[in-house]
């Protein structure tokens, strides 16, 4: 007979709570070093694949990568880094907004990519429909000129970054950009205001795991007191850390229904650049001239 069988009452829920422990603390356990966690992570660049012989079906995350590869051949200010997303093939699971959460470690109410639904129809032909929407990376930003210290600002690359150590926290560039696309970081973490002994997980506090580095921007960002990024502006920027490493974004290589494309739009040879050339392309609010560089396919 198992220890669990032979267990009973509370005798039982310790057991099974020992158990579980122990499956966590192994799961864990890399995190829990400490002093590995010191040195950044080195990635593995992607290897660009080799094309698919003739009439073989091919992953489309395949051909990502090779124009991914190719792009980054190029000098820097060639490129012009899209994304396109087909909301034909988008089913609303919200993976790409947990992918996100996970490769940024962000806290609650920071959200870089929701998935906006929206009901329609008369019952009973009624459907649901989504839209991904992650930040633009507009060409003519709205939220860059209003920022009073320079803090946010379109890089070399056309996407538009948050210096953290920069920002003073004004939000002005929130009330600016037309699509809600940036959020304030409160210094929450997902376990306030839960007990000590729930928020211990083989020999591991999950809140001191929360604050520890995030690696959006290239250095190790930890969430300690006051510091920089809690008090901050956070928004998407096309995971720019991945792309240094030739890996495309979380939420590409994450999307179930492939419905969200990534890459060089000068590139003519690019799975983006031929999607944006199709006549069903569409781009949020163009009437304002901010020149999106998110593109939907209808």
Same mark, same amino acid.
């Given at each position: 007979?198992?220890? *669990? ?58 051909? =990502? ?17 899209? =994304?396109?997303?087909?909301? #034909?093939? $988008?089913? !609303? ?79 002005? $560039? *929130? ?49 300690? !007191? ?9 928004? $998407?920027?096309?995971?720019?850390? #991945?792309?240094?490493?030739? =890996? ?51």
């Amino acid at each position: 007979m198992s220890e *669990i069988q032979r267990a009973s009452g509370v005798d039982r829920r310790a057991a099974l709570a020992k158990i579980a422990s122990a499956v966590f603390a192994s799961l864990v356990a890399p995190v829990a070093l400490g002093e590995a966690e010191a040195a950044a992570p080195v990635a593995e660049p992607l290897t660009a694949p080799a094309p698919p012989e003739p009439g073989v079906p091919e992953d489309v995350l395949l051909r =990502m990568e090779r124009d991914l590869a190719r792009a980054l051949a190029r000098p820097v200010e060639r490129r012009r880094w899209v =994304m396109v997303i087909d909301l #034909r093939k $988008c089913v !609303g699971c919200h993976a790409c907004t947990i992918a996100c959460v996970a490769e940024n470690k962000l806290p609650p109410g920071v959200v870089y990519r929701p998935v906006l639904e929206e009901e329609i129809g008369v019952y009973p032909n009624v459907t649901r429909r989504f839209l991904p929407r992650p930040c633009m990376q507009c060409e003519h930003p709205p939220c860059t000129p209003v920022c009073p210290v320079n803090a946010t600002y379109r890089d070399v690359d056309g996407v538009i970054v948050v210096d953290y150590d920069q920002c003073i926290g004004c939000r002005y $560039c *929130i009330t600016a950009c037309p699509y809600a696309a940036r959020t304030f970081d409160f210094g929450r973490l997902y376990t306030d205001g839960a007990p000590d002994a729930a928020s211990v997980f083989g020999g591991v506090k999950a809140a001191e795991y929360q604050r520890r580095g995030s690696y959006e921007y290239g250095e190790a960002i930890e969430r300690r !007191g006051e510091e920089s990024p809690i008090g901050n502006v956070r928004k $998407c920027h096309f995971c720019r850390h #991945r792309l240094a490493e030739g =890996m495309l974004p979380g939420c590409v290589t994450t999307c179930i229904g492939r419905a969200t494309l990534f890459g060089d739009a000068n590139d003519p040879d690019s799975l983006v650049a031929e999607m944006i050339a199709r006549p069903n392309v569409m781009r949020l609010k163009e009437e304002l001239g901010t020149e999106p560089r998110v593109f939907y396919l209808m």
